[in-house]
């Protein structure tokens, strides 16, 4: 028995209970499927349990929930899983921290978060969670790290990472707190490591090749975010000798990269990142050693692909000379330059290059033009870089040549000396996957002094971590101090040996974990093939645009090399990508630290979860920014309220049967109200297929005002059978309707009109293409020639009719008060123009 008011505290949990005892989101394998129905994967990027969902959270598991909702609702075989990306750094703070174990820490958090997340009413496939943190998860990911040593996929070299010497460990960029240590409040500086790399870079040109597969499926800005990180770039590479000294090494070469070498004969100067391994060679003084080691500082603290905000530099005291000019070239040291960018060093043109004019004229340095236009004078003394195409001058035997196809020629000067030649480079460096942590995935590697890197035998598979680790904070990874666990045998020698003690970046975990929901509990392998090939690849992957250049990019390289290992099939493994928009509050994204944040369980305790879900899909198109608005909230559970006050005083019309649509006779008012149903039918199947929540959101709306509206006219309009039948349509097709978005509140009804099944097993209702044939149009209104409104009219309505409604409308009226109406002019099918003096 339905009862009279709208209690979300009394239904929601109803049938939240209901779903999970009846496994009613539990995906069937296609090839299981008794129905044989198209499959839709569905995933939203899965969650770090970090303690309490927000509601960021909400905004995007109800995106995923309502696409999946309508997916299923339209006939398809639907899996929406959910997992826990479940390493990571903060639950090793929280162990320093509270001394509590980053295990029970994140178990415990997880619990948390599920519980919060199922009072959201998502209908996740429960059965195929994931947690990354255990080892029936990792075990796996062990596997395929083996298998990309084997392929030399993986390798380990030394690059800089951030180091506090008081705690004597390895910071991540977000440890580092305006150049200090998070924790001791140390100077940080800077150590070479040792770690492990994935060769992302072989699969660069693969990685580019496939936006063109993805192109109107992703967003367009993800894919040039993309574009931007792989960084293509056709140039020439160039060798500068350095000046000869005593030393042997003053015979190596600087190597730099340039898509403009027909401005070679401008260079007036070299500079070098502060990593470039001749940096410190180079440094002629004790001065510029310790400024070296500042900028090393200042560049290790950026986060990578972050630019310097100022542009500094110093002069080494070493020249280096022009390949071509065989003049002497001063060498400089920049924050601007960095390793992980072409080759560490690049060649200064001022003339020709705005950041080398900016960093020339604050240190002096000369000014060369080499480059002009062909139909005008270049004004000098130059007030910025000249960067177009044009002639050459002042080249040397290149001098009067067109620059773009000189470009080629200077190639093959440089060639023909061994100090250069025309070349491919990429701005994509390789993935370091290491980490000097505890709570990740163990690399599965041993160290032996006889038989040297050996990894980890597949059937001694996984590598767990230690659980007896003590976490201080100091000393650097606890994983070093854990001898049990270090402390091994070489599976091939049987002779003492040293454990790998990195563990993997939590990205790792993230780039194939789509692949493992297909078969969670597939204990041969990391992925049963006839199911991957039944579900890949996702049909819809929903996350945040921060993801685009490194998880999505991961992922796309990872499943390339499956592809070619043959562990999936097909190109890419998400169809389309939806990245939503941010939930901010006064401005700014929720935080603590601001106080700004809105817990979903205050909303969800308040109002109830389908309120939360409505607002969270209404108040803006997913793809925006979401301005959390109180009255917003208030005004979408009002809607919730409206509608079950709607249903509530009519419930009796669906225990009785309906008489045949061809037996009753439907006035004007009656089939305003069914053209009204269809249109928003029509309107959110249409939304819907385009994921404008907001907009289908709102139709439904439209048709609740619209019955309302009847009803202030005549309380009894729905009284005759001709009124129960319009009446019956417009509440079925609505609470059908919205059911992908307000869940709960859709069952109760359902229920309540008498179905046995539930909604969400029902079927997506159809319009009547005839009862939304067009006839009417929008009449615009204006008062002296200026829009004031505008006005759906029947196009029945008479010259009188429009007049009488348009001088009637309330804006109108605000805008004529006191005037006199002089005319008004009608515009058949288009505007009324009142003319007031």
């Known amino acids: 028995m339905i009862s009279e008011k709208y209690d979300p505290k009394a239904i929601e949990g109803k049938w939240q209970w209901t779903w999970e005892q009846g496994k009613v989101f539990e995906a069937k394998d296609p090839s299981e499927d008794p129905k044989k129905r198209p499959k839709f994967y569905c995933l939203c990027m899965f969650p770090y349990p970090s303690g309490a969902i927000h509601m960021g959270h909400v905004r995007n598991y109800s995106i995923g929930d309502c696409i999946s909702r309508y997916k299923r609702m339209r006939g398809f075989n639907v899996l929406q899983p959910i997992g826990w990306d479940a390493f990571g750094l903060p639950a090793e703070n929280a162990a320093i921290s509270r001394g509590v174990h980053p295990k029970e820490w994140t178990i415990l958090n997880i619990a948390q978060m599920k519980k919060e997340l199922r009072s959201i009413g998502i209908g996740y496939d429960w059965n195929r969670e994931l947690t990354t943190c255990l080892p029936d998860y990792y075990r796996w990911e062990q596997q395929l790290f083996n298998r990309f040593f084997r392929e030399g996929l993986a390798y380990k070299k030394k690059s800089l990472v951030n180091w506090c010497s008081s705690c004597e460990t390895v910071l991540a960029n977000e440890q580092v707190q305006d150049g200090k240590c998070w924790r001791c409040d140390s100077e940080v500086g800077t150590k070479e490591v040792s770690q492990w790399y994935l060769k992302i870079t072989l699969y660069a040109d693969q990685l580019l090749a496939g936006h063109e597969q993805l192109r109107g499926l992703w967003p367009e800005r993800v894919l040039e975010m993309q574009k931007h990180w792989i960084g293509r770039s056709e140039g020439c590479r160039i ?15 600087i190597e730099v990269f340039t898509t403009r070498p027909d401005t070679l004969f401008g260079v007036t100067f070299l500079t070098l990142a502060p990593a470039h391994p001749l940096a410190d060679h180079l440094c002629t003084g004790d001065e510029q050693k310790k400024q070296l080691e500042e900028l090393k500082k200042e560049v290790a603290r950026r986060n990578p692909g972050e630019e310097a905000t100022t542009k500094t530099g110093f002069f080494t005291g070493s020249y280096c000379i022009h390949p071509l000019g065989n003049q002497r070239v001063p060498i400089w040291v920049g924050n601007f330059v960095v390793m992980e960018y072409g080759t560490g060093a690049v060649m200064g043109v001022p003339a020709h290059d705005q950041r080398d004019f900016e960093f020339a004229k604050q240190h002096g340095l000369p000014i060369r033009t080499v480059v002009v236009p062909k139909s005008k004078k270049l004004n000098e003394p130059l007030t910025e870089a000249y960067v177009e195409s044009g002639e050459l001058v002042d080249s040397g035997p290149f001098s009067g040549q067109d620059s773009e196809s000189s ?79 270090v402390n091994t045998v070489c599976p091939r020698c049987n002779e003492p040996a040293r454990r790998e003690t990195d563990t993997m970046d939590t990205f790792v975990e993230s780039s194939w974990y789509y692949a493992r929901f297909a078969s969670p509990h597939y204990d041969k392998g990391p992925f049963d093939r006839k199911k991957t090939d039944q579900w890949l690849p996702v049909d ?17 390289f990872f499943h390339k090399v499956l592809r070619d290992w043959e562990y999936l099939s097909g190109d890419e493994p998400f169809a389309r990508q939806f990245s939503q928009g941010m939930v901010v509050k006064d401005g700014a994204k929720m935080s603590k630290s601001k106080g700004n944040v809105v817990t979903p369980a205050s909303i969800i305790d308040r109002f109830g979860a389908d309120t939360a879900r409505l607002f969270s899909l209404f108040a803006a198109p997913p793809e925006k920014d979401l301005d959390w608005n109180d009255k917003g909230v208030e005004g979408c559970h009002r809607f919730l309220q409206r509608l079950w006050r709607l249903f509530y ?110 909604i969400a097993d029902a079927v997506w209702p159809g319009f009547r293409a005839d009862l939304i044939a067009v006839d009417t149009f929008l009449l615009v209104v204006q008062v002296n020639g200026k829009v004031r409104d505008r006005v759906e009219v029947t196009k029945q309505a008479t010259q009188q009719e429009i007049e009488k409604l348009a001088l009637a409308l309330p804006k109108i009226v605000s805008h004529i008060q ?15 123009n009142i003319v007031v003096a």
Not at 244 to 252: D, T, V
Not at 540 to 556: D, K, N, S, T, V
Request: charged share 25%; proline share 7%; aromatic share 8%.
């Open 649 to 758: 005083p009519f419930r009796d019309i669906f225990s009785r049967p309906l008489p045949s649509e061809n037996e009753l006779h439907f006035d004007d008012r009656l089939l305003k109200v069914r053209r009204k149903t269809h249109w928003m039918i029509r309107k959110m199947t249409d939304d819907l297929e385009a994921e404008k929540f907001n907009t289908a959101i709102s139709a439904a709306m439209e048709l609740v005002n619209e019955v309302y509206g009847l009803l202030s006219e005549d309380e009894k309009a729905f009284t005759a059978p001709s009124g129960n039948f319009v009446l019956h349509e417009a509440l079925q097709s609505l609470v059908v309707c919205l059911a992908p978005f307000s869940p709960h509140i859709c069952e109760e009804l359902w229920a309540a009109m008498g179905h046995k099944g539930l």
């Open 818 to 832: 006191g005037k006199k109406v002089r005319q008004v002019v009608y515009v058949p099918g288009r505007l009324a």
């Open 407 to 485: 470009k080629r020629q200077i190639a093959e000067a440089l060639k023909k000396k061994n100090l250069g030649n025309l070349t491919i480079q990429y701005k994509l460096r390789d993935w370091g996957i290491s980490r000097q942590r505890y709570w990740g995935a163990p690399v599965p590697i041993i160290y032996c002094a006889k038989c040297g890197t050996v990894p980890v035998p597949e059937e001694d598979l996984p590598v767990t971590l230690p659980e007896n680790v003590s976490f201080t904070g100091k000393g650097g990874n606890p994983l070093d101090q854990a001898t049990d666990f």
């Open 239 to 253: 060798l500068f000798p350095l000046e000869k000294k005593k030393e042997s090494s003053a015979n190596i070469p």
């Open 540 to 556: 819809c992957y929903i996350g945040g645009i921060e993801h685009a250049c490194m998880h999505l990019l991961y992922a796309r």
